[in-house]
């Protein structure tokens, strides 16, 4: 499976942009770019996804890099509850074209929120 | 949005025990569930893979024996932890997937199992 590197831990303050990134350099192209959230104690929560383009939905932002080596979750006003770690996973898409993939989990960045 | 459901949230018993987890997809058809196990301070390790209506499918290192899982219908999959013991102990986490082209998969909660 094509690995993701990410930095272990981030900070930012209360109400201002935060900008996750996200390095797969060993991409494929039929690769999909997942990121998911996990606060403490519960189950990883689905974020955002895309394959070439920048995507955008009512939690975040993910921008990809014209050369799809890298990625950036935009969490565009950060507030407490945002606090979790960010796990960047790439996935194939499946034979059918469906959802049936594994997601491999890797260490993720701990997101830190200052009020 | 698609919610999945498991139970229980915590679970402590003897070593010796055998524990049942249950994963449901609330409001839609999870042609397939995964099944994680989760270590304190560690990410998310895939155990399983369930499609429904047929044998699970484990990762390396995974005992199927020990980890039974059966996906029967395409709301519900089932994990039982058979004999548990006290390195069992862990934050165990279900997701559904519906199949559909682009669509996320959808975690439970999780189940802390803690063995005596």
């Known amino acids: 499976d094509a690995k993701t590197t990410q930095p272990n831990s981030m900070e930012s303050n209360e109400e201002e942009p935060v900008h996750l990134p996200c390095n797969h350099s060993?991409?494929?192209?039929?690769?999909?770019i997942h990121w998911y959230r996990q606060l403490p104690s519960q189950g990883p929560e689905y974020v955002i996804h895309?394959?070439?383009s920048n995507v955008n939905n009512r939690m975040a932002s993910l921008a990809i890099a014209e050369d799809r080596k890298s990625s950036t979750l935009i969490l565009h006003r950060a507030t407490l509850r945002d606090a979790a770690v960010y796990y960047c996973i790439l996935s194939p898409r499946g034979n059918s074209g469906g959802s049936n993939y594994k997601l491999t989990f890797g260490k993720g960045t701990l997101l830190t929120v200052n009020p | 949005g698609a919610v999945v459901s498991q139970h229980p949230s915590r679970v402590i018993c003897k070593s010796g025990t055998s524990v049942k987890i249950e994963c449901r997809s609330l409001?839609?058809?999870?042609?397939?569930m995964f099944w994680y196990r989760q270590f304190p301070k560690q990410s998310l390790m895939l155990m399983a893979t369930s499609n429904e209506g047929s044998k699970a499918t484990y990762e390396q290192g995974v005992e199927k024996d020990k980890f039974l899982i059966n996906h029967a219908s395409l709301t519900l999959s089932t994990l039982t932890v058979t004999s548990a013991h006290p390195e069992d102990s862990s934050f165990y986490i279900c997701?559904?997937?519906?199949?559909?082209?682009?669509?996320?998969?959808?975690f439970g909660d999780g189940t802390r199992l803690s063995i005596l």
């Open positions: 895309g394959l070439t």
């Open positions: 409001d839609f058809q999870a042609t397939t």
């Open positions: 997701s559904a997937s519906n199949g559909r082209d682009r669509q996320p998969q959808h």
């Open positions: 060993t991409i494929s192209g039929t690769d999909y």
